[in-house]
């Protein structure tokens, strides 16, 4: 098959332990990038890509954000879904009684109700400094704007995001994606979107190609659609055991640069 795009979650999959791009990665991209494009998607916010970006010297090609519900290209926002002011409302009010860690993002606005444990992780993790403000004044403040949650995380001991993930799944799942990340993390979104939706939106958009000619990486639960999708859909070795079932190879750890190992055997013709 001639593989002509290229998609990579990030996180657990393209970084390595310290959460940063090791050396091989990095030239391996930056020698690919001219003959096939790459494009980062995640369930990160932009400013936690476009470092990553640079990096790797795709600066000018699309990225896909919040598990597909942001997408930009050249700078410009082409496509925009989000979580309406109404569902975080319900969120707060079930949160009172539970005070786990609500962490809202919207575009490049991360907010959080503290700066605590939670978000000093996210910023460690992200490169990216949150702005600490109650949910009742981002929810008032976006509700003015005409604006939602491209993303909610919920952090907080398992027992609480027990709770919340059971409220969620009884009261949201036909509106909201949720998935659990980890055992004391909860990911949020538009249940319209996917990483394999916004993947179509720049196929019938941006780029010339088909599904059947792309290669993707990942390894959680938000990875599953994408690499059941696309022409060759590859788990790095790490990948939850769902994930690597849907997976057409399963290729090195992500602390084993398996992505890069993946592209030279690919594209050994351009590298």
């Not at 990665?25 to 930056?30: D, E, M």
């Not at 403000?133 to 995380?153: C, L, S």
């Not at 659990?180 to 394999?196: D, F, G």
Request: aromatic fraction near 8%; charged fraction near 25%.
């Amino acid at each position: 098959m001639d593989y002509k795009l290229v998609f990579s979650d990030i996180d657990g999959t393209l970084l390595n332990k310290d959460r940063e791009l090791s050396a091989k990665t990095i030239s391996v991209i930056r020698k690919l990038k001219n003959k096939v494009p790459v494009v980062l998607i995640s369930s990160r916010m932009p400013a936690a890509m476009r470092h990553l970006q640079q990096q790797l010297g795709i600066e000018d090609q699309p990225i896909i954000c919040y598990n597909g519900g942001f997408v930009i290209i050249n700078e410009k926002v082409v496509a925009s879904t989000d979580i309406p002011v109404s569902t975080l409302k319900q969120l707060s009010d079930f949160n009172q009684q539970h005070q786990i860690h609500l962490s809202l993002y919207h575009a490049d606005e991360w907010h959080v109700p503290e700066y605590d444990y939670w978000a000093k992780r996210e910023e460690n993790n992200t490169k990216v400094t949150p702005t600490v403000n109650t949910i009742h004044k981002v929810i008032d403040d976006w509700g003015k704007r005409a604006v939602g949650a491209h993303k909610i995380m919920c952090m907080g001991e398992e027992k609480k995001i027990d709770a919340m993930f059971n409220y969620l799944n009884e009261n949201h799942a036909e509106s909201l994606h949720v998935y659990r990340s980890k055992s004391t993390y909860i990911e949020i979104a538009n249940k319209e979107i996917s990483k394999l939706t916004a993947i179509n939106y720049l196929l019938k958009n941006h780029f010339d190609c088909s599904l059947d000619n792309i290669v993707a990486f990942g390894d959680n639960y938000n990875d599953i659609e994408m690499l059941r999708g696309v022409g060759y859909g590859v788990a790095v070795n790490n990948a939850k055991d769902e994930t690597k079932a849907v997976a057409n190879k399963i290729t090195d750890a992500n602390i084993d640069d398996g992505v890069a190992n993946t592209l030279e055997e690919i594209f050994s013709t351009y590298l």
